[in-house]
């Protein structure tokens, strides 16, 4: 912890700060009244000796409590110790959502710092509904840069937008969402005029800190953005915690408007979002090919479509490397292809030391990114170390309380430890998020499975909409159900399919099956094309077979997998 910042936090510094000068104020009119009454000099002595007493105590207590408008409060610090957790205890669950068709879940919030603030969706008050884009964008960009703010925890996207369509107060929010502070306004947009109303509000009592409205060309875009991220730092005093105002990648207002469309539909996970977010980003680098942002979302959203085989996997991962570089060309301290492409040294053992310091400093840059959070997890798990894998989904929760992503990560990483209760809880939140998520059902079958409700998992693996993974689950579970034939032909229709990165999943049903020689074959196979699967490798309890075997050490010794 940072104990200046901390000490700030819990207004410890302003408490001696006005404690010194009240004691200073109070030594000057004691000094008169006891001379006027002609009390002796121990009098005025004693007052000071109370007074230097008095001070440590009043220390003490601003650390320990704060005033707050419901009275005196108990201060729990943000860095505090979590409880400790076994395999045979169920952690804390996740943040409930706020859509209605979502499983609910309780969770006692923690009391936010004074450092944190969500960016909500400013209102759309222009004619145009067509405009709610642009209202969209300008928050989102909002929140993009303050995320880069050291010091500042910051809601990302996903959950913040969720009160879009809600008639909540800023209190409520607040509280949902365990943060101090709300950024709201309003855009009003003619032709090329533009008017932001923007105000800070404190989230204990919705009364405003700050507000604001700025009318400027639509050309302007990008310099009223850094004004509205840098007056909010102003007023929360993030400079001294040794932060900066962040600034903006000022590009095209079409180009930055079809990057937003893009960002939206890469979100969704799903094959049809893929197919229109590669249109919308690709369209905003035909406008603006020097919009590093675009390329390395182009980036991510290649290295997804390879993941869930809806491409040639070695073209997948090498586009997505291709466009992080370019995007990194443009703008080195850009987090997410710093990230990425750190998370390809470590798979690929190109680069494994230097492959995690570049994902660190990925989340130095963007601490509270949720993507950058949820790799950090899979390259824990690559290692062994579950605890830390948590603790990184834990933080992405944090983060993004409704992120699709962070559940899936999350889920997988409780199954993986053995956590299967929660694991099936996150899997299904993912569904509600977003149904068409690719590999959602599978990997929700593949709990059940785990589980040993075979039933269950089967209907789940008949539900993927992902011919791979459905076809990947349905190998493994009709061999559970004790339907050979049925099991060898998921397995040839999966063999069948024009997929380079399948070999980790054919191993998978191999060792499920009892078939270690062609499992550790296959094995081989997914370590010579650097498969994205090893990642799970040390901890997947499908290989679990496998790891009596003596070809298990060499096989991880030989690959640097160990």
Not at 40 to 61: D, E, M, T
Not at 124 to 140: I, V
Not at 151 to 173: E, M, N, P, Y
Not at 498 to 508: E, F, K, N
Request: charged share 25%; with cysteine; hydrophobic share 45%.
């Amino acid at each position: 912890m940072n104990l200046l910042a901390e000490l700030k936090r819990r207004k410890v510094i302003r408490t001696a700060a006005i404690y010194v000068a009240a004691s200073w104020l109070l030594l000057q009119v004691a000094e008169l009244l006891l001379g006027m009454l002609e009390v002796p000099a121990w009098g005025l002595r004693l007052v000071f000796v109370l007074l230097v007493v008095g001070f440590p105590l009043a220390l003490i207590l601003s650390w320990m409590h704060q005033i707050t408008p419901e009275g005196l409060r108990r201060e729990v610090s943000p860095s505090d110790p979590e409880p400790a957790e076994t395999g045979n205890e169920r952690g804390p669950d996740p943040p409930s959502p706020v859509r209605p068709t979502i499983p609910v879940a309780t969770q006692a919030a923690a009391p936010p710092d004074d450092s944190s603030i969500a960016v909500l969706p400013f209102a759309n008050m222009s004619d145009d509904p067509a405009n709610l884009h642009f209202a969209d964008g300008l928050s989102e960009e909002l929140l993009n840069l303050l995320s880069r703010v050291p010091g500042l925890r910051i809601v990302a996207r996903t959950s913040s937008f969720s009160f879009r369509d809600r008639a909540v107060d800023a209190t409520t929010i607040a509280r949902e969402l365990g943060v101090s502070h709300l950024l709201e306004g309003s855009v009003r947009k003619a032709r090329q005029r533009i008017r932001i109303t923007a105000q800070l509000v404190r989230g204990a009592d919705g009364s405003h800190v700050w507000s604001r409205t700025f009318d400027r060309d639509l050309n302007d875009i990008f310099a009223v953005q850094d004004e509205i991220a840098a007056a909010v730092v102003e007023e929360l005093e993030i400079k001294l915690l040794g932060g900066a105002a962040p600034r903006s990648w000022p590009t095209d207002p079409d180009a930055y408007a079809r990057y937003l469309s893009g960002r939206h539909f890469l979100d969704l996970a799903s094959k049809e979002g893929y197919e229109q977010a590669i249109i919308e980003l690709e369209a905003a680098l035909a406008i603006d090919p020097k919009f590093a942002p675009a390329w390395a979302t182009l980036g991510v959203l290649y290295w997804g479509e390879a993941n869930n085989s809806l491409i040639e996997y070695d073209k997948g991962a090498r586009l997505a490397r291709e466009y992080s570089e370019k995007a990194l060309a443009l703008a080195p301290n850009l987090a997410e292809p710093l990230s990425l492409l750190g998370y390809f040294d470590v798979l690929e053992a190109t680069d494994g030391e230097g492959g995690v310091r570049r994902m660190e400093q990925a989340r130095r840059l963007e601490p509270h990114n949720p993507r950058i959070l949820t790799r950090l997890a899979n390259i824990a798990l690559r290692a062994g170390r579950l605890d830390d894998a948590l603790k990184h989904c834990r933080q992405a929760l944090k983060s993004d309380p409704l992120n699709a992503l962070v559940h899936a990560v999350y889920g997988n990483t409780c199954y993986y430890a053995g956590r299967l209760e929660e694991a099936e809880s996150l899997r299904r939140r993912v569904l509600a998020l977003s149904p068409g998520w690719l590999s959602g059902h599978y990997n929700l079958g593949k709990v059940l499975l785990e589980r040993k409700d075979f039933v269950a998992a089967q209907q789940e693996m008949l539900r993927e909409p992902s011919e791979f993974w459905r076809q990947t689950g349905l190998a493994m579970v009709c061999h559970a159900l004790g339907r050979a034939t049925d099991s060898d032909e998921a397995l040839q229709r999966l063999l069948a399919m024009d997929s380079s990165g399948s070999a980790y999943q054919v191993a998978q049903i191999h060792a499920y099956r009892g078939e270690t020689d062609a499992a550790f074959k296959w094995l081989e196979t997914a370590c010579e094309q650097h498969d994205s699967g090893l990642m799970f490798v040390q901890v997947d309890p499908l290989l679990a077979r496998l790891r009596t075997d003596q070809r298990w050490n060499a096989l991880l010794s030989r690959y640097d997998l160990a």
